[in-house]
């Protein structure tokens, strides 16, 4: 099963798309299995980033219930399979890394005693990798921006959202983008 499994991610034409599902899904069966404990071990909590600087990545894989694991799966499925076909898997991944890194880092600034879980600051990323790819082959963006708007909105709107991630995973994602686009050859 295990070999069949990687046969499988390995022929897809979204290998790192369908990996960090998996790694999502793993995360959360573990948090069943472990319960809390796992959010105040892998989750960002900023006094802690230089003593346990992974905590900005393992953050991405822990979700604070089912809910927040299905949208952000969901929205990491979609955008992932629409970006990762164009960009390649390492660029791909790379937007994604950045994005949340970057997204940590705003909250570190924004908010240092929140402690934040979930992949949303990299999901905010490929949002902004979207609208970069978008913008490059001279599509309009009108409604991607929308979706943008109403997703950051929610995040201010409704308590316990680290928006602080959503507006760094953003930013990170743009960034890395435009250079990944001026760096493509």
């Given at each position: 099963?295990t070999?069949?499994?990687?046969?499988?991610?390995?022929?897809?034409?979204?290998?790192?798309?369908f990996?960090?599902?998996?790694?999502?899904?793993?995360?959360?069966?573990?948090?069943?299995?472990?319960?809390e404990?796992?959010?105040y071990?892998?989750?960002?909590?900023?006094p802690?980033?230089?003593?346990?600087?992974?905590?900005?990545?393992?953050?991405?894989?822990?979700?604070?219930?089912?809910?927040?694991?299905?949208?952000?799966?969901?929205?990491?499925?979609?955008?992932?399979?629409?970006?990762?076909?164009?960009i390649?898997p390492?660029?791909?991944?790379?937007?994604?890394?950045?994005?949340?890194?970057?997204?940590?880092?705003?909250?570190?600034?924004?908010?240092?005693?929140?402690?934040?879980?979930?992949?949303?600051?990299?999901?905010f990323?490929?949002?902004?990798?979207?609208?970069?790819?978008n913008?490059?082959?001279?599509?309009?963006?009108v409604?991607?921006?929308?979706?943008i708007?109403l997703?950051?909105?929610?995040?201010?709107?409704?308590p316990?959202?680290?928006?602080?991630?959503?507006?760094?995973?953003?930013?990170?994602?743009?960034?890395?983008?435009?250079l990944?686009?001026?760096?493509?050859?």
């Amino acid at each position: 099963m295990t070999n069949q499994l990687w046969s499988s991610i390995r022929r897809s034409k979204t290998p790192a798309t369908f990996a960090l599902l998996g790694v999502i899904a793993l995360g959360y069966v573990a948090q069943l299995v472990f319960g809390e404990s796992l959010v105040y071990s892998f989750g960002f909590y900023p006094p802690l980033m230089w003593a346990e600087p992974w905590r900005m990545i393992t953050s991405a894989f822990i979700h604070s219930g089912i809910m927040h694991v299905m949208f952000n799966g969901y929205s990491l499925w979609v955008l992932g399979n629409l970006i990762e076909r164009v960009i390649g898997p390492a660029r791909f991944l790379l937007v994604f890394t950045v994005s949340v890194i970057t997204g940590c880092l705003a909250v570190m600034v924004l908010s240092p005693e929140s402690l934040t879980v979930g992949a949303s600051a990299g999901i905010f990323g490929l949002f902004s990798a979207l609208f970069v790819i978008n913008r490059g082959l001279g599509g309009n963006n009108v409604s991607l921006l929308a979706i943008i708007g109403l997703n950051l909105a929610i995040g201010f709107i409704v308590p316990g959202i680290a928006w602080q991630a959503h507006v760094g995973g953003l930013i990170g994602g743009l960034v890395t983008t435009l250079l990944l686009r001026r760096t493509r050859h």
